[in-house]
């Protein structure tokens, strides 16, 4: 592209920017790869677009306690690479209630901030739909490694969670075969089987246990012992969070049959490893795109709405509709994941 096509769109980005002269970003709720470089890109795009940047500490909270910082392209600069979040985040239970929101208003209105960014995931985009219902301007970002949240494809953190687990399975699949023996490995994902799911496919896992799907602990344990007689060296099988009756109900079980099913069994829990880490490529892109996407969108003059990833590009979607229920798990890849088990 030459240099005065180069000039002529940036130009064109930064010709609209009327009302906001000043807004902030948050990030809030459980943490996750990719809010880093979400924040650089909320940062640049808006001080690009001529509009002033401060950053809210540990999220809701910070709203509330009125701690921000000033953010200015430097202060953005050097953390692409760096898991978490340099603001900080909170879960924030006083942001449920219409004291904390009105503190939050008040602090906005002090701090002359015009608009918000909000990076975070179910929880964190309901509480920006509230404050968009109180008449202040808000646009939110998808940020959740549990790839639950409505209006987009997937969420920032996902794809750098999803490498972090196939690392732990096949580190895990080394010992297991060294030992002959089937492993229960947890993953996170309250409500939602998808990090699991995208984890045992990927994986070459021999079941996959997710909430959306009901399994007894006696087809389990009809898998492990079908697995021991077809002669493999190990059972990998990954059970999200939020399966039910549970990791430890169903170890319990299996140790309780163990005899009958060959294998010994073995439970690894990633636990909050998941969260943690350099963000992958495709998340800092994503992360970059989303958040100077979300910038643009507020400083344009949208409120109310949440710039999510759909069909490879960034669209909106009414944060109503990305926070009205849990997004649906894609049964084909669950039909998938049964033919691949085999
Ligand atoms: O909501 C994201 C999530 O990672 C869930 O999958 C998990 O249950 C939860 O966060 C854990 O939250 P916390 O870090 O507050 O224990």
């Known amino acids: 592209m030459g240099r005065a096509r180069r000039r002529e769109i940036l130009q064109g980005l930064s010709a609209f920017g009327g009302e906001m002269k000043r807004i902030a970003v948050l990030t809030s709720g459980g943490d996750g790869p990719g809010l880093n470089p979400c924040i650089r890109a909320v940062t640049r795009m808006a001080i690009h677009l001529g509009v002033e940047v401060v950053g809210v500490r540990r999220g809701y909270l910070g709203l509330i306690n009125g701690e921000v910082v000033d953010l200015d392209r430097r202060a953005v600069s050097g953390i692409m690479g760096h898991g978490g979040t340099f603001l900080g985040t909170a879960r924030c239970p006083e942001f449920l209630t219409e004291k904390g929101r009105r503190e939050a208003l008040r602090t906005l209105n002090r701090l002359d901030i ?14 920006a739909l509230e404050l968009h219902r109180m008449g ?170 949440m710039v999510g990833w759909r069909h490879d590009r960034a669209v909106t979607t009414p944060l109503e509709e990305a926070v009205a229920f849990c997004k649906e798990i894609n049964m084909e890849l669950w039909k998938l994941a049964l033919v691949m088990e085999k």
């Not at 608009?115 to 929880?123: D, F, M, P, S």
Request: hydrophobic share 45%.
């Open 136 to 305: 202040f301007p808000v646009v939110g970002v998808p940020a959740t490694i549990d790839n639950d949240i409505n209006g987009t494809d997937i969420a920032i953190g996902v794809d750098t969670a999803l490498n972090t687990i196939l690392d732990a399975i096949d580190r895990i699949k080394d010992t297991a075969s060294s030992h002959n023996r089937a492993f229960l490995i947890e993953t996170m994902g309250r409500d939602c089987g998808y990090l699991a799911l995208a984890s045992g496919v990927a994986g070459g896992a021999e079941l996959v246990l997710i909430p959306e799907v009901e399994i007894t602990m006696e087809e389990v344990a009809r898998v492990i012992g079908d697995t021991y007689v077809r002669g493999k060296a190990h059972c990998i099988i990954i059970v999200a969070e939020g399966w039910k009756p549970g990791t430890r109900a169903l170890v319990d079980y299996l140790n309780s049959r163990h005899e009958e099913l060959g294998f010994e069994i073995r439970l690894t829990v990633l636990g909050h490893i998941q969260r943690g880490g350099r963000p992958s490529a495709f998340d800092r892109l994503l992360a970059t795109r989303l958040g100077a996407a979300a910038a643009e969108a507020l400083i344009r003059g949208k409120s109310g709405v």
């Open 114 to 127: 015009d608009g918000l960014v909000v990076i975070g995931g179910n929880g964190s985009l309901t509480g």
